[in-house]
């Protein structure tokens, strides 16, 4: 069973085999759920909204036509749950500009002289758990999922330069502290 | 060399150039020592990025899904079910009503020798139905079937609204 494609596994589920639909829910949990904590910045909610959107998927599959690929489907289901969570915690959707003036915050607070001594790896895993909520599952989604752009604005609902600039932004914080980092390091 | 921005970079580092950007681009880093670790920062970046580990709900979450899936299931069957005998209930008090509404008109019709026995067995359950939907006894009759549909609605709209709870949590 596990072999099966997302299509066949559907086609099973579809004709009333429920039992199937937790192979679905084993293939994309750990992957929806990471992109999830990324988002929401908790484990509780991120658990409590990815049940959600599984029950979702679910109760939906039968409109689901086979036009896009399961997993652009079940992401944007889970992309907008996750949306809908943070407004309705009255939590502030990023827009562009917001989301240029928090990574600009992260840049300042992991170049300050606490972090100095901190692997990058680890660094790395911190920033990437702070990042406002729309870079972050464009990173999850572009690495973890290993999507590509076209289907990462699919998701979105976003034009694909859009998911680029994020993507390259997302990037290019990391890259800046990385690089300054290492100047600290060779001036120390 | 200046004009290698980091959108150019990054491009570079995800394939998206023509061949002579990417000359460009390789020849600025080969040559220009603030492009090139601009450019490695870059690579770490992505490499550390492609490095992150996926992290998992709880053990028991595919469980968790799935009982709740069968539970609204049961729910669902049960609210069928239970539709299900409130529209036989209320069938039955339609079936009733025709049923007395037939026998007053046949009652009502000369009776032939044909259906003169007929008429004659089914005269005294007519009478008892007309005594039961009589004057004194339709104000009673119709005050317990309207109770029992507002205690049927009750119990309905409480179902569903029991059962969306279920739902969402």
């Not at chain 2, 309207?146 to 029991?162: A, C, N, R, T, V």
Request: aromatic share 10%; hydrophobic share 40%; with cysteine.
């Amino acid at each position: 069973m596990k072999n099966l494609t997302d299509v066949e596994i559907i086609e099973s589920v579809k004709k009333g085999n429920q039992a199937d639909f937790s192979v679905l829910i084993d293939r994309y949990k750990n992957k929806a759920f990471t992109m999830l904590k990324r988002m929401l910045k908790n484990d509780f909610d991120a658990e409590e909204v990815l049940m959600d959107c599984f029950l979702k998927a679910y109760n939906n599959l039968s409109t689901f036509k086979f036009e896009s690929k399961f997993s652009t489907w079940f992401y944007r289901i889970v992309y907008n749950s996750a949306l809908t969570k943070l407004s309705s915690a009255k939590r502030k959707i990023e827009n562009e500009m917001s989301s240029v003036d928090d990574l600009h915050y992260l840049e300042s607070k992991y170049l300050a002289d606490d972090f100095i001594k901190e692997d990058n790896s680890v660094l790395i895993k911190k920033i990437v758990n702070e990042l406002p909520p729309k870079n972050a599952a464009v990173v999850s989604m572009f690495y973890l999922e290993e999507m590509s752009t076209e289907e990462i604005c699919e998701v979105l609902q976003i034009s694909v330069s859009n998911v680029k600039v994020i993507l390259h932004r997302s990037r290019n914080l990391l890259r800046e502290i990385i690089e300054k980092r290492n100047l600290f390091q060779e001036v120390i | 060399m200046n004009n290698i921005d980091d959108e150019l970079l990054n491009k570079y580092l995800d394939g998206e150039l023509n061949q002579d950007e990417k000359d460009l681009v390789r020849i600025s880093i080969e040559s220009s020592l603030e492009v090139k670790k601009r450019y490695e920062a870059l690579l770490k970046a992505h490499n550390l990025l492609n490095s992150i580990e996926e992290e998992s709900p709880s053990i028991d979450f595919t469980k968790l899904v799935m009982n709740k899936l069968n539970k609204r299931s049961v729910i669902a069957q049960q609210q069928k079910y239970f539709l299900l005998s409130i529209l036989s209930l209320l069938g039955l008090v339609i079936l009733g009503i025709t049923g007395y509404v037939l026998f007053q008109v046949i009652s009502s019709m000369q009776p032939t020798q044909s259906s003169e026995m007929v008429t004659t067995y089914t005269k005294d359950l007519g009478d008892y139905i007309s005594n039961l939907f009589g004057q004194k006894n339709i104000t009673i009759l119709g005050s317990v079937l309207s109770f029992i549909m507002l205690i049927s609605g009750y119990f309905l709209y409480d179902y569903q609204k029991h059962s969306k709870k279920n739902f969402s949590h």
